[in-house]
Nanobody, 123 residues
């Protein structure tokens, strides 16, 4: 299974970006899908996650109300709509998927990871 993330870039504070992550490879139907990020000099942290049906989502407190996670199961793709971006959102964003039920806030719950896409927000 390969994950291809895209949509990162350099934006100004207050702008929006939409990240996408498509899962491909062997027949795979992801259950949980999530986004994590790692800022320079910091550990990777949870950003958002979504269950298989899309009926339940989870967000880090720092992004609640600004970011929205969604998915298209027909395309095995997860999205992260990021609005009102702040300089502190600057990080490499990683998508992750798992074929199992689990605690989707935890990194250890995920089986496959994307390569990361850089998001830089200037003030």
């Amino acid at each position: 299974v390969q994950l291809q993330a895209s949509g990162g870039g350099l934006v100004q504070a207050g702008d929006s970006l939409r990240l996408s992550c498509a899962a491909s490879g062997r027949t795979f139907r992801p259950y949980g899908m999530g986004w994590f990020r790692q800022a320079p000099g910091k550990e990777r942290e949870f950003v958002a996650a979504i269950n298989r049906s899309g009926s339940t989502t989870w967000y880090a407190d720092s992004v609640k109300g600004r970011f929205t996670i969604s998915r298209d199961n027909a395309k095995n793709t997860v999205y992260l709509q990021m609005n009102s971006l702040k300089p502190e959102d600057t990080a490499v964003y990683y998508c992750a998927v798992t074929g199992y039920y689990g605690d989707y806030i935890q990194e250890r719950s995920y089986d496959y990871w994307g390569q990361g896409t850089q998001v830089t927000v200037s003030s």
